[in-house]
């Protein structure tokens, strides 16, 4: 059974979506959610679950970006995770940290990649007036937000859209996708996944 480390910073939802798909014959458990930000919301949905959860506070290393990924490093390790889940973590990482996990770690991010790294992607989308938008499941590399595209799930985008109204078609998008990339990749299977909302 691998085991599996989730990463989050706020809510938490695509974490929740993520380990309620971890059992039956699923290959994975989740060993761990650790959040950046004390009393993210997400905290508490994962002890309601059992899982183990931590903390790494960022502004305890302010200006100081290898002290903070040592203790991220250190923290996760010691659960012993075999793969890297990240759930919305709003910290961008360095080679440091990215090339410890190489090769086991994947991140959601909300947009059709290659388009919208970075933030306000729903926004960007609609600015730019495409009439589809999503969400895509990448492993991570030390380009940000653009390691090899293993899922996307796309959804329309409607007249009078804003970004919240956005965000609220693609979410349950992404707690469709993330599960099914993730249960693949812990089987060793990198296909690509596509889904149309
Ligand atoms: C999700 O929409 C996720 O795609 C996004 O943050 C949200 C987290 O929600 N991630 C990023 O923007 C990464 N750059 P959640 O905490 O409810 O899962």
Redesign the pocket.
């Known amino acids: 059974m691998k085991r599996c480390a989730i990463l ?1 910073s ?6 929740v979506a993520l380990a309620e798909s971890m059992t039956g014959d699923h290959p994975a458990r989740p060993c761990l959610v650790l959040s950046n930000v004390p009393g993210a919301g ?1 905290l508490a949905k994962a002890e309601a679950m059992g899982i183990p959860t931590a903390v790494a506070d960022h502004r305890d290393y302010k200006g100081d970006r290898e002290g903070f990924e040592a203790k991220l490093i250190e923290t996760i390790d010691a659960h012993n995770p075999d793969l890297i889940a990240m ?2 973590f ?1 910290r961008i990482l360095t080679p440091l940290f990215i090339n410890h996990y190489a090769g086991r770690m994947l991140n ?3 947009s059709l990649l290659p388009k919208y790294k970075g933030l306000n992607t729903h926004q960007r989308a609609i600015d730019a007036g495409d009439s589809q938008a999503g ?1 895509s499941v990448h492993e991570v590399t030390s380009e940000l937000d653009g390691g090899p595209i293993l899922g996307q799930a796309r959804v329309p985008i409607l007249p009078g859209d804003d970004a919240d109204t956005l965000a609220a078609r693609v ?1 349950p998008m ?1 707690h469709r996708l993330y599960p099914v990339v993730l249960r693949a990749f812990a089987s060793g299977d990198k296909t690509r996944i596509d889904l149309d909302g």
Not at 10 to 15: F, L, R
């Open positions: 989050i706020g809510g938490g939802s695509n974490m997400g759930a919305g709003m959601i991010h909300p969400c979410l992404e």
